[in-house]
């Protein structure tokens, strides 16, 4: 089995930062793709960044120059390092990791963290 516990959300001022964390841990051979997903209240879930085994990164244009995404293959952990933050910033975020458990590569999702940005 595989569980994901996401960390790092919270309330913040515009302008400020959080950084969060997505750690898996349970039967994992490898680790392939690394996501931060987000969705605002009445929106759908859009990408915002992902990184690839071989460390590739790609950002949703709304973020690009303020969130960068980074992995720890030793632990298993992709991080978000979210600076200047915006109001329209605000919504639930979600990692999601391409694990091979066995012969096959699923898709799993942490359970979510609320980032709320005041302005």
Do not use: H
């Not at 009445?42 to 992902?50: C, D, F, P």
């Not at 030793?74 to 605000?90: F, G, H, I, R």
Request: hydrophobic share 35%; charged share 15%; with cysteine.
């Amino acid at each position: 089995q595989v569980q994901l516990v996401e960390s790092g959300g919270g309330l913040v001022q515009a302008g400020g930062s959080l950084r969060l964390s997505c750690a898996a841990s349970g039967s994992i051979f490898s680790i392939n793709g690394m996501g931060w997903y987000r969705q605002a209240p009445g929106k759908q879930r859009e990408l915002v960044a992902a990184i690839t085994s071989g460390g590739r990164t790609t950002y949703a244009d709304s973020v690009k120059g303020r969130f960068t995404i980074s992995r720890d293959n030793a632990k298993n952990t992709v991080y978000l390092l979210m600076n200047s933050l915006k109001p329209e910033d605000t919504a639930v975020y979600y990692c999601n990791l391409e694990i091979r458990v066995t012969a096959a590569t699923e898709n799993y999702w942490g359970q979510g963290t609320q980032v709320t940005v005041s302005s």
